[in-house]
């Protein structure tokens, strides 16, 4: 058995109407992995997070427990609950900053993409000359708690990908669940991306996710690319298409050092009764240094431009407009990130 344990600290200072400075103590994570045989294995992971409205501003969940057993070469039966891989952010990176290529997660982690799926998962690595990978799978879909889900309709999704060389996974994945009883549970986004714990729309929502990912991690230069299209469908409003993109650039100026910029956007559609309908924009760069192998400090700016509807922000329309009016905000971060 091999415990390891990941957390960061981190300090903003944030210009909207008024300039905030403050420090911040962020998710710290319980990683544990175990051979139990041959052909067993287990993870876990446990974690600790701000939550605003806790009595003590913190709360413990529990992100992965799965127990893996290898079938035959490189494929295996996964039980538990897993990141749901739909991209190659939530399939490689776990809640530890430490790995985090810039300070967060992008916006579709907060709004689109289902974190976690509790089932069962048939997966296949580095298959053929291409290191052919897939993931299959089945279990609780975004409306669900850990222990329960209504209905018997689970989500299902499928995902393939390649490492042609050394540092580049190109991957893509679609996913589909049909929520009987539109709500946000224990696999929505996490950094509050879904406002309400009893959405307004009580209703049935079909919902499918598209992803598609690049990713290149050399000697010298990173690059990452994240696009997802979301299509949710509404007996009230009909169809409503959301989208989100990332990409991140960073070379490496000197051993231990990247510099790095990046870019993020999301849409959510005006006639979207579970995301809700939203646009952000967010762009920035930052400096990413090694104090060693397991700490990092991370000094990045950032500038954001957002629009959210009176639904999203948890008000109530005022006139025709769904919207509010856009909100800009310039921020300047520092974050310690480390492992234990």
Known sequence: MQVNAFGHLEHATVRRDSTDGYFSIGEHSLFTVATISDRVSFLGEAVIRPVKDSPTGFAAG???ALVRMTLRGNHA??????HTPVNYWNDVYHHGRLFFPVIDRPFAFSHLVPLHTLGLQLQGQNLGRLRFGYD???GNGISSTDTYQGGVSPAAMVAVHVKPVDGMRVGMSLYHDYMSANGYGAHSGH????????????GPVDFSLASASIAWFG???EFLHELSINRNRTDSLGVAMNSSAFVYMGARVREGMVAYVFGDHLRSAANDLHVLPMQKWKVGGGLRYDLATTVHVKGQVEYLRE?????????TMAGGDPFMPWTRALGLRLQLAYGL
């Open 191 to 202: 950094g509050g991306g879904h406002q309400h714990a009893e959405p307004a729309y009580k």
């Open 136 to 138: 299959a799978m089945v």
């Open 77 to 82: 039966l996964i039980a538990g609950k897993v």
């Open 62 to 64: 529990l992100e992965r």
């Open 307 to 315: 629009r959210l509807s009176h639904a999203a922000a948890g008000h």
């Open 219 to 221: 000697r010298r230069t």
